[in-house]
Structures are given as structure tokens and as C-alpha cells.
């Protein structure tokens, strides 16, 4: 019973939200620093910066510049609200602390490697399926050899949505059911999977993006699991294909 399983890569393979939220509290504690004496709150902050860097994403994709300017758009937005004066220093500071989020080492989940090699064991055919910039997905791919596990089944797509997804599946040909995907993102991971008709498996973190935590509104056609942990998706699928060969 040879499935197709795709799999996301960021904070599914490797981690990211966490340098993420590393730099996120270092801009916290600079805005405040700045901001705090005209009344403005770490909380606050940190609320109009989420709500900049979703509104970009929605607009632009997942661009690499597109976080560094929402450091910057904040602190524009909090500058003219108090009458502070912009200095092209402090944006420019702010610019090279967000940037400097992707030049982090790249690291692997726990159990990466041996759920990878256990799939492909059990005979099923393993795809990468990435939203980002190309140049910045393909070199975490290439420090992670993880092109032995997929070959040249790697899809990098700057919008990572239902109409991407379904791109990549009509050019595949890809069987409805007999195709996962697996991912930490409610948003670009399984809701475009429901929609599509595949099946999804939602690798659930504890720190997440307020971005990919959205409502699921589109009902499965077929298996829809939440898992905690990469080494539970091979027992995972496992246990759905024994249940669709029993009889009744």
C-alpha cells in the first residue's frame, strides 16, 4: 500500500520557530526600550508587529525580506504615533536583527532521520514541500542532505497555499487516496490538504506562529491525525491503512 507523503520543512524537519522567537524578544525589548517612556506596552508592541508581519505574509509571501520590514513598519508606526524622531540607524540596526534570523545553523527534529529511513522502508515515496525563498530553503536542504530521503521530489513555493498544493499535485499526478501531508501549519500545511482531498497529518508544536494557527472549516475525505511527535507518523499511517483493509 505505497503512499505518497509530503512533508513540510520548516518546525516539521527542522526547527525555526524558536530563532524566530529568539530575535522576536530581542526587537521586544529594544521597541520597549525606546517606546516604553511614551506608554507603550511590550504587549502592545508585540500585537501591532504580529498584525504587520500577517498582513505582509498575505501580500508577499514568505519572503525573506518581508520580516525585517515589519521590524521596521512597527517601529515607524510607533515613531509617528508618539512624534519620536526616525533614525535611519535604528531602522537600519533593526533590519540587520531580523535578516540575521536566517543565517541560524539548521537542526533537525528529534527522530528525523529514522522516520524518514522507516518510511522509505515500508516502501513509500517521500516529497519536500516547502513555502520560502528558494535560495534560503535550498541551502537548509543542502546542509541537511536531505536530498537522499527525496531526490528531486522537492517543491519550494513562495506562497504555500491550496492553489500551490494543487499545483503540485495535478502536475504529479498524485492519487487523492493514497497521498499524505504532513505539517505543523493548520494554515499552509493541512488546511490546503483537506481541501485538496488528501490526507493530512497535523504535527502539532508547542511554540507556534500566530499565523498558522487559523479554524478548520473544510471537513476531511480522509484521514485527518494530530500527532506531537515525528516518530509517531510511521505507526501513524500504519494503523489508518489496517483500518481500510478490514472488512465492514
Given at each position: 500500500?505505497?503512499?505518497?507523503?509530503?512533508?513540510?520543512l520548516?518546525?516539521?524537519?527542522?526547527?525555526c520557530?524558536?530563532?524566530?522567537?529568539?530575535?522576536?524578544?530581542?526587537?521586544?525589548?529594544?521597541?520597549?526600550e525606546?517606546?516604553?517612556?511614551?506608554?507603550?506596552?511590550?504587549?502592545?508592541?508585540?500585537?501591532?508587529?504580529?498584525?504587520?508581519?500577517?498582513?505582509?505574509?498575505?501580500?508577499?509571501?514568505?519572503?525573506?525580506e518581508?520580516?525585517?520590514?515589519?521590524?521596521?513598519?512597527?517601529?515607524?508606526?510607533?515613531?509617528?504615533?508618539?512624534?519620536?524622531k526616525?533614525?535611519?540607524?535604528?531602522?537600519?540596526?533593526?533590519?540587520e536583527?531580523?535578516?540575521?534570523?536566517?543565517?541560524?545553523?539548521?537542526?533537525?527534529?528529534?527522530?528525523?532521520?529514522?522516520?524518514?529511513?522507516?518510511?522509505?522502508?515500508?516502501?513509500?515515496?517521500?516529497?519536500?514541500?516547502?513555502?520560502?525563498?528558494?535560495?534560503?530553503?535550498?541551502?537548509?536542504?543542502?546542509?541537511?542532505?536531505?536530498?537522499?530521503?527525496?531526490?528531486?521530489?522537492?517543491?519550494?513555493?513562495?506562497?504555500?497555499?491550496?492553489?500551490?498544493?494543487?499545483?503540485?499535485?495535478?502536475?504529479?499526478?498524485?492519487?487523492?487516496?493514497?497521498?499524505?501531508?504532513?505539517?505543523?501549519?493548520?494554515?499552509?500545511?493541512?488546511?490546503?490538504?483537506l481541501?485538496?482531498?488528501?490526507?493530512?497529518?497535523?504535527?502539532?508544536?508547542?511554540?507556534?506562529?500566530?499565523y498558522?494557527?487559523?479554524?478548520?472549516?473544510?471537513?476531511?475525505?480522509?484521514?485527518?491525525?494530530?500527532?506531537?511527535?515525528?516518530?509517531?507518523?510511521?505507526?501513524?499511517?500504519?494503523?489508518?491503512?489496517?483500518?481500510?483493509?478490514?472488512?465492514?
Open positions: 500500500m505505497k503512499q505518497n507523503i509530503l512533508f513540510d520548516d518546525d516539521t524537519l527542522i526547527y520557530n524558536r530563532y524566530f522567537h529568539e530575535v522576536l524578544n530581542r526587537f521586544g525589548e529594544i521597541m520597549l525606546w517606546f516604553g517612556p511614551f506608554g507603550a506596552t511590550r504587549e502592545g508592541i508585540m500585537e501591532k508587529h504580529t498584525e504587520i508581519d500577517i498582513a505582509g505574509v498575505n501580500v508577499l509571501g514568505f519572503q525573506s518581508h520580516f525585517p520590514q515589519s521590524f521596521v513598519d512597527t517601529y515607524r508606526y510607533y515613531s509617528r504615533l508618539y512624534g519620536r526616525i533614525s535611519s540607524e535604528e531602522e537600519r540596526w533593526l533590519w536583527l531580523g535578516i540575521g534570523v536566517y543565517d541560524h545553523e539548521v537542526e533537525p527534529y528529534p527522530h528525523m532521520e529514522e522516520t524518514l529511513r522507516q518510511l522509505i522502508a515500508e516502501g513509500h515515496r517521500l516529497h519536500l514541500y516547502t513555502g520560502g525563498e528558494p535560495a534560503i530553503q535550498r541551502r537548509k536542504i543542502e546542509r541537511m542532505n536531505l536530498e537522499r530521503f527525496f531526490e528531486d521530489r522537492i517543491y519550494v513555493r513562495q506562497h504555500k497555499n491550496t492553489e500551490a498544493l494543487r499545483s503540485i499535485l495535478k502536475h504529479g499526478r498524485f492519487d487523492p487516496e493514497h497521498t499524505w501531508m504532513i505539517g505543523n501549519s493548520l494554515r499552509t500545511d493541512v488546511m490546503p490538504a481541501e485538496c482531498g488528501i490526507h493530512s497529518i497535523y504535527l502539532k508544536q508547542e511554540e507556534e506562529w500566530a498558522n494557527v487559523i479554524p478548520i472549516e473544510t471537513a476531511p475525505k480522509g484521514a485527518f491525525i494530530t500527532l506531537t511527535a515525528l516518530n509517531e507518523v510511521p505507526p501513524a499511517i500504519h494503523h489508518y491503512l489496517m483500518q481500510m483493509k478490514e472488512p465492514g
